[in-house]
């Protein structure tokens, strides 16, 4: 009979993975939310977001180093520790990646995001909030998982993994059209650069939300 590896900690590390997931989960209402401020220019409203993102960011890290100075030493399985820190790493760069692209725009705040890719940038934007959102709702299923390493919560897991897959994929599509669009675009060279470098930091967060995924299922896998 397998026994379960996360039984022999006092207090799940899918607690405070949790913890962090939510977190991270506040963070994506405040990136909508900062976006639509700039391209509304309502850039003072657009800098109490970001810092309000940096400031989540902070406690983000917090929660991060608390878990990785309170797991056991000398366990069994090893391996799970490297698993598990992994899938932090990965979180946590979704929550960096949203603090990059803000902090990407604020470099350059005038003139902004030209109207004519408003569009797209919206359109990236959304694309990339779901797979934040999911994540919560993944470390909460795994919770359960190990807990009695129930068939039933593997396949709910494998099947929120597959959603991670799916909305990174289109979240690709949307970062690919902003590249597209702006490289046809009759504007100057340091708009050029801003805006595809922009949408590749935006579109970084549903990479590292799809790599979570991945480390996920490598906890789960028989």
Known sequence: MRIPFFSMFMTSP?????????????????????????LADKC??????????????????????????????????????FLLFRYLREQDQVIDAVEDALDWISFRSEPGIPAELE??????????????EELSKMVGEARKYFKNYSEEQRVIIKNIIRNL???EHEADKAEDMVKQKVLNMNVDPVT?????????????????????????????AR
Not at 52 to 65: G, S, W, Y
Not at 66 to 73: C, N, W
Not at 195 to 217: F, K, P, Q, T, Y
């Open 44 to 81: 003072r409203t657009f800098e109490e977001f970001r810092q309000e993102v940096i400031q989540l960011e902070r406690e983000a890290d917090t929660i991060k180093r608390r878990i990785r100075g309170h797991l056991p030493k000398g366990t069994l399985m090893p391996v799970y520790n």
């Open 192 to 220: 050029v650069f801003h805006m595809v470098r922009l949408a590749e930091i935006i579109g970084s967060i549903a990479d590292h939300a799809e790599n979570a995924g991945d480390m996920m299922r490598a906890m789960v």
């Open 14 to 38: 899918f607690e405070g993975l949790q913890e962090h997931a939510e977190k991270v989960k506040e963070c994506a209402w405040a990136f909508q939310q900062a976006i639509e401020c700039h």
């Open 119 to 132: 569009k797209e940038f919206v359109m990236l934007a959304d694309a990339v909030i779901d797979p934040i």
């Open 165 to 167: 897959r799916q909305q």
